[in-house]
């Protein structure tokens, strides 16, 4: 059950850093719903996002 959680943690952990990666390019595909789209804010919403599912996924290893 563990290792579950810790797998959907990590896909979502990479999903946020391919997100980041694809707003760091062009913003307004990752951020369509703010009035303003730029760098900084991609990297504020889905960079926090990332570390913090980076951070859950290898805190989870020591919960095991």
Not at 54 to 61: E, H, I, Q, R, V
């Amino acid at each position: 059950m563990m290792y579950d959680v810790r797998l959907l943690i990590l896909f979502l952990g990479m999903a946020s850093a391919i997100f980041l990666i694809l707003g760091l390019v062009k913003p307004w595909t990752m951020l369509w719903w703010e009035d303003v789209q730029n760098r900084k804010k991609v990297i504020f919403v889905y960079g926090s996002l990332a570390l913090i599912f980076f951070l859950t996924y290898f805190g989870l290893k020591f919960l095991q």
